[in-house]
């Protein structure tokens, strides 16, 4: 073997961990929010945890990126520590798919058919599927099935150049020596688990192995420990993308480890222990790449079974490795999206739109609490009402500054509608949240002057305050379920609004000039219906938002102006059913 072999080895190597990363990535967006829709499925029940887990794996190509992914989630606070458990245990099962993949390697016949099963057969023709597919096509998810296969073909092509870089070690007697000192078991495994933390990838370590194993000179006495190892050093990319996060999403990593160690030591001593009594015939036969990936998907199933029942004990080994510091244990969960879920666009774009839920949510509460004191001022819940309002400015930043990073990543044509989308709705929240606190501005100043709305303000002001609230919980009831029969009932509700305020405050100009209102009322009157109007109007906006984006309208204000000039049956027959509902007391 010489330095050429050595190059063409690296440069396998290097194929293969970028055909890897082309293959996962474009996996991973296919699957799109599909893979957030699975990951929200997590419940109490292991067993629908690992299923969920080795199908998520199978989907990305990647524990190590399912593990991070674990991580951001929990330091996030969207999922909990026990969650995960069976999580982690599934995706050590899914990721052994690739072993088997790349075992296809070792296919050796003279028929023509099986012979197709050989990479260095198919690839190149799955390469120029691919390459058509990408070039040629103007769909997006078509696009990424062609950037799939190409990954793929990259992939399996680096894999072949590693089987033939190393298959002069057969007749190098050095090589030979060398392989004595992974009989020891101990050695073995810290080899496996040190080569695979160095180049951050299970999948290649196994390839790796799989083509030492078509010299013919891997046994199965060498090659079981140092598999046990690799799944150890897999640990590793998780263990660098927990620095940073908080004790809780510091313990998935913790149970990632301790579970794969414990495995290994449990099967270790079960192997080793089984062959002292029973002197197993096959230990020093030769392993090929089939062989290699039975072994690893046996040693995950094995340790799986062991320590599924035990889930409880790891989170509890976990919480004792990384306990809860003396000043800390009140350590706040509601952390910002991390971003390490960057890494995964359509996961993230997903749970952007969940935070904008909860933004949605805390402007209806914030304005229903503001109208509350307006008509009976109350100082402690003009104070929920402030803290809503900051707890919204501050959401509104961090998830605009969150998104903005998002949409730097390579985002499939409905994430980055959902990013746009969301990027115009939570202003829209924001600013409710601001009329809310100016609301509460309005009856604060008027509670220390003394001063009080008349008996026909006050009813009038009801029947407003009815309005807006209905309309809160429409707009936000269709943004949370996307519900486009929702949405259309907004618009004309919010016609009923502006022009039962420009009513109301014509109505005070009359009771002023018949001097049956206080003068110093005017200002406070007027103001207070700006802020109806323009909350009116944001709802309006987050409506219109869901229907334009539903049959693809670009221009907000452009559509908004067809739907009023349309004025299909639908809109007036809602329009005329809101103003027979809220109509003032002199008009019913």
């Known amino acids: ?122 690839s190149p023709v799955i390469a120029l599927i691919g390459i058509a597919l990408f070039m040629l096509s103007k ?70 192995l799989q083509a030492l194993s078509m010299t013919g000179s891997i046994t199965y006495r060498a090659a079981i420990p140092i598999i046990m190892g690799q799944n150890i050093g897999t640990c590793v990319t998780a263990l660098i993308s927990s620095i940073g996060v908080n004790r809780n999403a510091k313990r998935v990593t913790a149970i990632h480890m301790s579970f794969n160690i414990i495995g290994t030591v449990i099967c270790l001593v079960v192997f080793y222990g089984l062959d002292a009594l029973l002197h197993f015939s096959f230990v020093n036969r030769a392993i090929n790449p089939v062989e290699i990936a039975f072994v690893h998907s046996i ?105 903005l990073k998002l949409s730097q990543e390579s985002l499939t044509e409905e994430d980055s509608n959902t990013v746009s989308e969301l990027l115009h709705t939570i202003g829209d929240f924001e600013r409710i949240g601001d009329h809310a606190i100016n609301i509460v501005t309005i009856s604060k100043e008027m509670n220390e002057s003394g001063l009080e709305f008349s008996e026909d303000a006050k009813a009038d002001f009801v029947t407003l305050f009815a309005a807006i609230t209905e309309i809160s919980e429409l707009a936000v009831n269709a943004y949370n379920k996307n519900d486009l029969s929702l949405a259309s009932k907004v618009e004309p509700l919010e016609e009923v609004i502006d022009k039962l305020t420009a009513k109301i405050k014509h109505k005070h100009i009359e009771r002023m000039q018949k001097g049956l209102c206080k003068p110093e009322l005017g200002v406070h009157i007027s103001n207070l219906l700006i802020y109806i109007e323009r909350i009116s109007d944001h709802y309006s906006n987050v409506a219109v938002i869901i229907i334009q984006t539903a049959h693809a309208k670009l221009y907000k204000h452009d559509y908004l102006n067809e739907l009023r000039a349309e004025r299909s049956e639908q809109f007036i027959e809602n329009y005329n059913a809101y103003k027979h509902k809220y109509r003032l007391a002199e008009d019913k």
């Open 139 to 208: 769909k997006k998810k078509r696009q990424d099935v062609g950037m799939i296969m190409l990954g793929f073909s990259v992939l399996m092509y680096g894999m072949e150049l590693m089987k033939n870089a190393v298959a002069p070690l057969a007749e190098m007697e050095s090589f030979q020596n060398l392989l004595v000192a992974f009989n020891n078991p101990i050695v073995s495994v810290l080899f496996g688990a040190v080569f695979t933390g160095v180049i951050q990838s299970s999948a290649a370590s196994v390839g790796i």
């Open 1 to 122: 073997m010489d330095i050429f072999s050595i190059f063409t080895l690296c440069g396998g190597l290097a194929f293969f961990l970028f055909g890897m990363h082309v293959m996962s990535q474009s996996l991973e967006k296919l699957a799109g929010g599909k893979l957030e829709t699975t990951l929200r499925k997590m419940t109490s029940n292991p067993f629908k945890s690992l299923g969920l887990g080795a199908g998520i794996t199978v989907a990305v190509q990647s524990s190590s990126a399912v593990t991070v992914m674990l991580v951001g989630l929990v330091n996030s606070g969207i999922m909990a520590l026990d969650q995960t458990v069976g999580v982690i245990m599934g995706s050590n099962i899914g990721t052994t798919l690739t072993a088997w993949i790349l075992s296809m390697a070792g296919i050796e016949s003279d028929n023509i058919f099986i012979s197709l099963l050989k990479p260095e057969n198919f």
């Open 299 to 403: 040693f995950n199933i094995v340790t799986t079974v062991i320590l599924l029942p035990f889930s409880n004990l790891l989170v509890k080994l976990a919480k004792r490795i990384i306990p809860d510091g003396k000043d800390k244990q009140g350590e706040d969960k509601s952390v910002w999206l991390d971003e390490r879920l960057l890494s995964s666009p359509p996961l993230a774009a997903s749970q952007c739109r969940q935070k904008a839920k909860g933004m949605a949510k805390i402007s209806k509460t914030a304005l229903i609490d503001a109208l509350s004191v307006t008509l009976n001022y109350d100082k402690s819940l003009a104070d929920k009402v402030e803290e809503a309002e900051q707890k919204l400015d501050t959401l509104e930043d961090n998830l605009a500054t969150y998104m």
